[in-house]
């Protein structure tokens, strides 16, 4: 009788230790606001440490041996395109109009590209001969003009030490070159580019980056449009 009495005290001690923790847990959460309020109290858990922010690591690299991390935070901001390149030009002509070549459209003909670009290996760009414009067109100073408004295609063409063959600027069609004039005058005001900004002979153009949601949308759009582009449905 002795050994279950004593195993029934020590079930009923334990009961009751676990009732007293939890009415002193209970206590302590309702007295917590009270408590709070005690200057001391409320300085010492302003003045405890808080464990440093863990940063966001990305790594880069082709093979894992030869990753390099770096943290998130310091990555460009999304929505800043490219720094501006632009096409070299011979120095002795007119540096105005530069082609950028950091952001040039795709294209199928030349005829599709606006900023009155060639299509050359399907994307829009300077033009170096007649041929690689659209009909009725010629190259000149890297643009494509209708061949009504061009009246110089060089310096060369012009008379004097100062004069230039400049280019009258952008028309808003969708070539941008239904006013786009290329006639003798002497250089006015603007602003030369900076050196490191016009890019080296011989170097190819980098190819544009490529928006794969938008990329899909597309294609979501032509396959419900049964085969046709946006612009073919009636």
């Known amino acids: 009788m002795r050994p ?73 901001t999304p929505g800043r395109g490219p720094v501006p390149v632009y096409h070299p030009r011979d120095k002795d002509e007119w540096q105005g109009m530069l082609v950028n070549m950091s952001m040039r459209a795709m294209c199928e003909a030349s005829d599709q590209c606006g900023l009155a670009a060639a299509c050359i290996g399907q994307l829009c760009g300077p033009c170096r001969t007649d041929g690689e414009c659209a009909k009725g067109e010629l190259c ?11 009246s110089c295609r060089s310096r060369r063409d012009c008379r004097g030490e100062e004069v230039r063959c400049i280019l009258s600027g952008y028309s808003s069609d969708p070539r941008n070159n239904a006013e786009l004039v290329a006639a ?13 900004s016009i890019q080296a002979k011989g ?24 085969g046709l582009a946006p612009t073919d449905v009636p």
Not at 11 to 37: C, D, H, N, Q, T
Not at 203 to 226: C, D, H, Q
């Open 203 to 226: 170097k190819p153009a980098p190819r544009p980056p490529v928006n794969t949601a938008e990329l899909i949308g597309s294609v979501r759009e032509f396959a419900r449009n049964g």
């Open 184 to 196: 003798c005058q002497e250089p006015t005001g603007g602003q030369a580019q900076p050196p490191d």
């Open 140 to 150: 000149v100073l890297d643009h494509c003009l209708l061949a009504k408004n061009v």
């Open 4 to 76: 279950r009495q004593e195993r029934k005290s020590r079930r009923l001690a334990l009961l009751g230790l676990a009732l007293l923790a939890s009415i002193a847990g209970f206590l302590a959460v309702l007295a917590w606001p009270e408590a709070m309020k005690h200057p001391a109290l409320r300085k010492s858990v302003r003045e405890a440490p808080v464990p440093p922010r863990e940063r966001t690591w990305r790594t880069t690299g082709p093979v894992p041996g030869a990753a390099r991390a770096e943290p998130v935070e310091d990555l460009p």
